[in-house]
């Protein structure tokens, strides 16, 4: 059973935009953060944005801020990334997951501890 499915990867160029969605089901969806992370081949898995449940309050690493956009449809159990002004260097396979703790240290990296993943989906941005 798939807790959580991404959707919405694709091919873009570099300055465009994509949108990402994630399904979140099952105990994913009782956890108190869903968020978005990414990771290239022999990277380190590096968080995106994240959302927390309650106070809506979101959280994005420095390098996204003011580009990319997080959103949860409460009815609909789904969390989308809106991407915009895609650089080269973001093309990576970005995972959506779920947990208790979400924060921004003080270089703008997300620090996090995730129980729930999703296969990811591949964004892939060519210049």
């Known amino acids: 059973l798939e807790l959580l499915v991404e959707s919405g990867g694709g091919s873009v160029q570099a300055g465009g935009s994509l949108r990402l969605s994630c399904a979140v089901s099952?105990?994913?969806?009782?956890?108190?953060?869903v968020g978005w992370f990414r990771q290239v081949p022999g990277g380190v898995r590096e968080g995106v944005a994240a959302?927390?449940?309650?106070?809506?309050?979101?959280v994005y690493a420095g390098a996204v801020k003011g580009r990319f956009t997080i959103s949860q449809d409460i009815a609909k159990n789904t969390v989308s990334l809106q991407m915009t002004s895609l650089k080269v260097e973001e093309s990576a396979r970005y995972y959506c997951?779920?947990?208790?703790?979400?924060?921004?240290?003080?270089?703008?990296?997300?620090?996090?501890?995730?129980?729930?993943w999703g296969k990811g989906t591949l964004v892939t941005i060519s210049s």
């Open positions: 099952g105990y994913a969806s009782t956890t108190k953060c």
């Open positions: 997951a779920a947990g208790p703790y979400v924060e921004l240290d003080e270089l703008g990296v997300i620090r996090y501890g995730m129980d729930y």
């Open positions: 959302i927390c449940a309650g106070s809506g309050r979101t």
